[in-house]
């Protein structure tokens, strides 16, 4: 069973990477060319702080943010991983760049179709937060993805706090 809460255990199953939302704006082209699933990370200690009006874009002109009520209850108190993605698939073109790029882009304001896991720039801290990823070359990034929303849900008793729906 994977660990959620524990970076030493997400390497041992194989994630990399560990950059900051600030460094891979930064440098997007540290993400691999590869398809592969993702995880959004909230390490800090610090109480979380909810922003009414996040930093992201209006994606066909819908408002990306929620009220702060639905953000409290979609928390989930002591974990570290707040989103799990997708980047691909075996008959897809698009890669963990590719994909990552456009949800840093979505998180810049721009109005960019990465409205998945939106709630993560209503977050005050979410220059801080970590991507992790898990590239892969032959199994469907689609299949492990829900085998991590799976383990995560039994779990936490509940989806990550930015993953709206399955």
Request: charged share 25%; proline share 2%; with cysteine.
């Given at each position: 069973m994977i660990e959620f809460n524990d970076i030493e255990k997400l390497k041992k199953f194989d994630f990399i990477g560990f950059k900051s939302v600030t460094e891979l704006n930064n440098n997007p082209n540290l993400l691999p060319n590869q398809m592969g699933v993702?995880?959004?990370?909230?390490?800090?200690?610090?109480?979380?702080?909810?922003?009414?009006?996040?930093?992201?874009?209006?994606?066909?002109?819908?408002?990306?943010?929620?009220?702060?009520?639905?953000?409290?209850?979609?928390?989930?108190?002591?974990?570290?991983?707040?989103?799990?993605?997708?980047?691909?698939?075996?008959?897809?073109?698009?890669?963990?760049?590719?994909?990552?790029?456009?949800?840093?882009?979505?998180?810049?304001?721009?109005?960019?179709?990465?409205?998945?896991?939106r709630l993560i720039w209503q977050l005050k801290n979410h220059l801080d937060l970590t991507f992790c990823w898990l590239p892969m070359t032959e199994i469907e990034p689609r299949e492990i993805e829900k085998k991590l929303l799976a383990y995560f849900t039994n779990q936490y008793g509940q989806r990550p706090f930015a993953n709206l729906t399955g």
């Open positions: 993702y995880l959004v990370l909230n390490l800090s200690d610090k109480k979380i702080e909810f922003l009414t009006k996040g930093v992201g874009g209006f994606f066909k002109e819908k408002d990306p943010n929620i009220p702060i009520a639905e953000l409290e209850n979609n928390w989930v108190k002591n974990c570290k991983t707040i989103y799990i993605g997708k980047a691909g698939g075996l008959n897809g073109n698009a890669t963990l760049r590719s994909r990552l790029k456009q949800y840093l882009k979505f998180g810049q304001g721009k109005n960019i179709g990465h409205y998945g896991g």
